[in-house]
């Protein structure tokens, strides 16, 4: 089982204005996954998290695409009260990345294991360190987040 299927069912609940069972989802995707995946954040369809979402915290307003592949202990957050990300389609997000305040990051990105990320991202681009910086840039269409590789 994956915290998105939890996250969905919440997310469904919310849309229709049904009170309390979103809540008790978010608190169970809470105790099993020690996660913080607010029903509220928008995430496209086809997006996975890694390892079942163990540790991934979002906030509620924080925007993600389609085919987005989230990794473990992974933070999607605001930065006190400066907006907060907006994530594209065709992204793949490494373990312990941190993405803070109101940033774009673009579609068919790598954003690498424990970077930290607090200024826009061009598409096609692979991204690491802290803070995150252009490691290089790919061609577009070569990240196959469902397949989990790159085709360059």
Known sequence: MN???LYR??????????PVLPGLLR??????????IPPKCRIGKGSWFAH???GVVLHPDCLI?????????????????????????????????RILGA??????TIIGANAVVITDVA????????PGKLIKSI????????EGKLND
């Not at 598409?123 to 802290?130: A, T």
Request: with cysteine; aromatic share 6%; hydrophobic share 40%.
């Open 3 to 5: 915290a998105i299927h």
């Open 9 to 18: 069912i919440a997310h469904y609940l919310h849309c229709k204005h049904i």
């Open 27 to 36: 608190l169970l995707m809470f105790l099993l996954y020690n996660s913080v």
């Open 52 to 54: 079942g979402g163990i």
């Open 65 to 97: 695409g389609e085919r987005v592949l989230i990794g473990q202990g992974v933070t999607i957050g605001g930065s006190f009260g400066c907006g907060v990300p907006k994530i594209g389609n065709d992204v793949w997000i490494g373990p312990g990345a």
């Open 103 to 108: 940033i774009t990051i673009g579609c068919n």
């Open 123 to 130: 598409e096609n681009s692979v991204i690491g360190g802290v």
């Open 139 to 146: 061609s577009p269409g070569s990240l196959n987040v469902t």
